[in-house]
T-cell receptor, first 111, second 113 residues
Framework: DAKTTQPNSMESNEEEPVHLPCNHS???????IHWYRQLPSQGPEYVIHGLTSNVNNRMASLAIAEDRKSSTLILHRATLRDAAVYYC????????????FGGGTRLMVKP | NAGVTQTPKFQVLKTGQSMTLQCAQD?????MSWYRQDPGMGLRLIHYSVGAGITDQGEVPNGYNVSRSTTEDFPLRLLSAAPSQTSVYFCASSPRQTVYGYTFGSGTRLTVV
């Protein structure tokens, strides 16, 4: 099955920027790119989404490549509370109405 | 608003027992779904609903039933629990336009012995 690909894990130092990459090798022209994160022992939470243009919100920024084959979630200043598993996805189920998720990137933040 | 509420938070079942995992949302979301999360496997879609009275199967539906009699509630039933169903279960809801983001519950950790 085609799916998005992310590194299994990444490390960052506290108060430094973090760039989390995602490859979308089979993305279609109308599919949005979504990012979620899951803090330890919690359910996933929405972070950001975008289609073609870069996006910013209070949690993060999303940079989308011009060909949309890759995206990068940017945390401008990592804190210890940002340690989580980060999921990117552009994939839906066969009916095209429910998001599907891969394994994500585990981000570790060092003090 | 409570968001998405899942009960119970923890459950231990014996093989062959049945039980219902409860999920309720107070955001008037049309879409609701159940995912299971196994170590290293990400989230896998079990069943979902696009509105009251409408349900459909996801990627891994075997051994589970759902119903959606109201907009608010979307229970997941394990018919005859098996050790392979040991997992963490998450319920999620979203507006019809899912691009606006899913809201997940805090999960139910189920162990089948």
């Amino acid at each position: 099955d085609a799916k998005t690909t992310q590194p299994n894990s990444m490390e960052s130092n506290e108060e430094e920027p973090v760039h989390l990459p995602c490859n979308h090798s089979t993305i279609s022209g109308t599919d949005y790119i979504h990012w979620y994160r899951q803090l330890p022992s919690q359910g996933p939470e929405y972070v950001i989404h975008g289609l073609t243009s870069n996006v910013n919100n209070r949690m993060a920024s999303l940079a989308i490549a011009e060909d949309r084959k890759s995206s990068t979630l940017i945390l401008h200043r990592a804190t210890l509370r940002d340690a989580a598993v980060y999921y990117c996805t552009d994939k839906y189920n066969n009916a095209g109405n429910m998001l599907t998720f891969g394994g994500g990137t585990r981000l570790m933040v060092k003090p | 608003n409570a968001g998405v509420t899942q009960t119970p938070k923890f459950q231990v079942l014996k093989t062959g027992q049945s039980m219902t995992l409860q999920c309720a949302q107070d955001m008037n979301h049309e879409y609701m779904s159940w995912y299971r999360q196994d170590p290293g496997m990400g989230l896998r879609l079990i069943h979902y609903s696009v509105g009251a009275g409408i349900t459909d199967q996801g990627e891994v539906p075997n051994g589970y039933n759902v119903s959606r009699s109201t907009t608010e509630d979307f229970p997941l039933r394990l018919l005859s629990a098996a050790p392979s169903q040991t997992s963490v279960y998450f319920c999620a809801s979203s507006p019809r336009q899912t691009v606006y983001g899913y809201t997940f519950g805090s999960g139910t950790r189920l162990t089948v012995v």
